[in-house]
C-alpha cells in the first residue's frame, strides 16, 4: 500500500493541475515529517473542496470562529506518539475554493499554487505541526516552504 490523496469536489471546481500535484505533496510532507521523529506510512488524507457557506458553517461549528476560512483540518489522531504505524487514516482537509481563488488572485501567483499550499498547510496541521509560537511558526513554514520548492511549486 501507499500513500492517498482522496479528493473530494462535489462543487466540480476547477482544480487544474492539483489532482495530479496533491500525492506528491503529501509524499514530500511525511518525508519531512520522518525528521520529527516518527514515521508515517501508507498515509490517507482526504481533501474536500468547499464554497463560503460551508467554510463558514464548519469555521463557526466547530472552531467556533465567525468568519470564512481558507482551509480547515480535522485531523483523526491529536498526535504521533509512536515511530512507525501500518496505515494512517491523517483526516481531512476542508480547502475553500473561492477564498483560494481570491487568494491567488491577491499574491500574484497560480490557483495550482495556492491549492497546494493550503491543502498543505492543513495536512501539516493534521501531522501535529502549529504555529502558535514563532519557534512553532518558524519549523511549520520551513517545512512547508521546503516542500513546495522541493515540488517547485513556487510563487510566480
Do not use: W
Amino acid at each position: 500500500m501507499s500513500n492517498q490523496v482522496n479528493i473530494f469536489n462535489d462543487k466540480d471546481f476547477d482544480l487544474e493541475n492539483f489532482p495530479n500535484l496533491a500525492p506528491a505533496i503529501l509524499d514530500q510532507a511525511l518525508k519531512g515529517s520522518a525528521k520529527k521523529n516518527y514515521i508515517v506510512k501508507n498515509a490517507e488524507v482526504a481533501v474536500v473542496f468547499i464554497d463560503e457557506a460551508q467554510s463558514l458553517l464548519l469555521n463557526r461549528t466547530y472552531r467556533k470562529k465567525d468568519y470564512i476560512a481558507d482551509v480547515l483540518s480535522f485531523a483523526n489522531q491529536d498526535k504521533f506518539s509512536v515511530k512507525s504505524k501500518d496505515i494512517n487514516d491523517l483526516g481531512d482537509v476542508y480547502v475553500c475554493f473561492p477564498k483560494a481563488q481570491q487568494q491567488a488572485f491577491e499574491y500574484q501567483h497560480s490557483l495550482n499554487r495556492e491549492l497546494s499550499f493550503l491543502f498543505l498547510h492543513g495536512l501539516l496541521h493534521n501531522l501535529g505541526y502549529d504555529h502558535e509560537t514563532q519557534a512553532e511558526e518558524d519549523i511549520m513554514f520551513a517545512l512547508q516552504d521546503q516542500v513546495l520548492t522541493k515540488l517547485k511549486i513556487l510563487r510566480n
